[in-house]
């Protein structure tokens, strides 16, 4: 039996890296969709495998323990008949070239996703820009030469701000959103002290300790731009939300 | 290419009715899940479908329309594998019987899971229970039948509490969860001072509506009560979240 009998789902998810960053995107999607009923939302369907190797972890030790999982399941959802297939979760961008090979359908990739909704921010070329990611994700060198190629200068976090970085990302994969959020906050601060004018989340869990309602740094949210950039591609953003 | 080359999703999810409540499930099964890291996550798959046939117009004209959609989702989620299966909508359980029927894996009902999580509280057997819910939903009978089998008194809506509530799960699925939230509040406030001591949220948009911080009146969240159920089934609630 194949899903096209029914709605075509135009658009694949590979999720589970982690499942709280999964749920975020497809709230994230769900609400971006300027739509006034169910059948004005886009059809699709997602693939949760929380037990993929650790991406960052597997990127330290040279190891490629996740790429078998990443491929067979891009491989899977573009063989159900989506149009486009997106992952949000950063780190596991390191085998994009892989992935992409294994998948007959385009997959967006966050970075190209998230320096594009940069580029449309009223922040000068030149404005220091901070990278807050997995160790694995900062190593991959995925968000670094496409700031560079789009103007703009990148402050890396030291040491103990990464370890801080850690921390936080691990609450989150852990439920423990409170503690996670506070740090959260004083990190940011700390940056803008340091002169840092915007940060990327450039990790899916990141979003969910920022303090949307009073951030201590304006920031991009990757799991949102790659959101709106799917919806973008695929022609479901066309229409205005009504209102705003 | 079998999803089973790589990491088995022990439960498959029929979405997309509406796009939000499925989200909602989503995020609510996540965190109920007492998981430390990614790994102890649920593997799952979810297709979501927002173009299926609107549920309560359709039960209410005695049409059918939705019924491929539901029967083919069920049997396209079985064929991958699954374990269980659930539907974060309970209007579409009218059509319960059918589905199971197209399913060769077993299909946890909505209401079966809210039931159980009722009886959980503390609320006696003989207080007055309001079902909230679509027309369609309550024209089903799903939920009367459990209820009165369990030993509850339940309160009907009149005709202008309905058209209130058919207006709040219309404003969620549009996307306009503020007035839709004002509007709970005094609905949940008008139920309490006619004696209702419990409300069953019968519909997976309201609990989107539903003021959890400062509650009108107790209620029961189906797609919370259908998350547990699914994971306490498959054994991923065994252990209790460190610290609760």
Redesign the interface.
């Known amino acids: 039996?194949?899903?096209r009998?029914?709605?075509q789902?135009v658009l694949g998810i590979l999720g589970?890296?982690?499942?709280?960053a999964?749920?975020?995107f497809?709230?994230k999607m769900?609400?971006a969709?300027p739509?006034?009923?169910?059948?004005?939302?886009?059809?699709?369907?997602?693939?949760?495998?929380?037990?993929?190797p650790?991406r960052s972890e597997s990127i330290q030790s040279g190891s490629d323990a996740p790429l078998?999982?990443l491929t067979?399941?891009v491989?899977?959802l573009a063989?159900q008949g989506v149009s486009q297939i997106v992952i949000p979760c950063n780190t596991s961008h390191f085998w994009y070239e892989q992935m992409q090979a294994a998948s007959a359908v385009p997959i967006l990739h966050i970075a190209d996703a998230a320096v594009n909704e940069l580029k449309k921010t009223s922040l000068p070329e030149a404005g220091p820009v901070a990278l807050l990611a997995t160790r694995g994700t900062v190593r991959t060198g995925i968000y670094a030469g496409r700031l560079k190629s789009a103007g703009y200068r990148v402050v890396e976090l030291d040491d103990e701000e990464q370890t801080t970085l850690d921390n936080i990302i691990?609450c989150v994969?852990?439920?423990d959103v409170a503690p996670a959020r506070e740090r959260m906050q004083r990190l940011e601060a700390a940056l803008h002290g340091k002169g840092v004018k915007m940060a990327i989340l450039g990790c899916t869990e990141l979003p969910l300790a920022h303090d949307r309602r009073q951030p201590a740094l304006p920031v991009i949210d990757t799991s949102l731009a790659l959101a709106k950039e799917a919806l973008r591609r695929l022609g479901y953003l066309e229409l205005e939300?009504a209102g705003e």
């Open positions: 039996m194949s899903v009998a029914h709605q789902p589970g890296m982690g499942p709280l999964t749920a975020d497809i709230t769900t609400q969709l739509a006034k009923c169910d059948r004005d939302h886009i059809p699709w369907i997602t693939l949760s495998q929380p037990g993929i650790d078998p999982y067979s399941g491989a899977w063989a691990h994969k852990a439920g939300k």
